[in-house]
């Protein structure tokens, strides 16, 4: 079982940046795709970038292209979200997850049924 935890969530204001962690510990880091999902209260969680076990490859939702970037690095068995142009949208609790099964890389959108375990969120903030 991995153990995941995020931090770096805070208020900003729209335009702004904030840089997302997520520690993993308890597993073989670097043979998984990690993942970052975000939720707002009464929607379902929502996902947002992923990227391959190895760092080659990453895939991002619509709403995020070319704002965010995925990273890792398997060393620190670390994986980041950079944020930037912030919009008020983009306001949720974010998670990151770690996949379900080693080397995964999806053939289609991610969903929440792919990952296998899970961090507690941070809160982002975004005002307008």
């Known amino acids: 079982q991995v153990q995941l935890a995020e931090s770096g969530g805070g208020l900003v204001p729209a335009g702004g940046s904030l840089r997302l962690s997520c520690a993993a510990s308890g597993r073989s880091f670097s043979s998984y795709a990690m993942g970052w999902f975000r939720q707002t209260p009464g929607k379902n969680r929502e996902f947002v970038a992923v990227?391959?076990?190895?760092?080659?490859?990453?895939y991002y939702a619509d709403s995020v292209k070319g704002r965010f970037t995925i990273s890792r690095d398997n060393a620190k068995e670390t994986v980041y979200l950079q944020m930037n142009s912030l919009k008020p949208e983009d306001t949720a609790v974010y998670y990151c997850?770690?996949?379900?099964?080693?080397?995964?890389?999806?053939?289609?959108?991610?969903?929440?049924?792919?990952?296998?375990?899970w961090g507690q969120g941070t809160q982002v903030t975004i005002s307008s």
């Open positions: 997850a770690t996949s379900k099964y080693v080397a995964w890389w999806p053939a289609a959108i991610p969903g929440q049924a792919d990952f296998g375990s």
């Open positions: 990227i391959r076990w190895s760092g080659d490859s990453t």
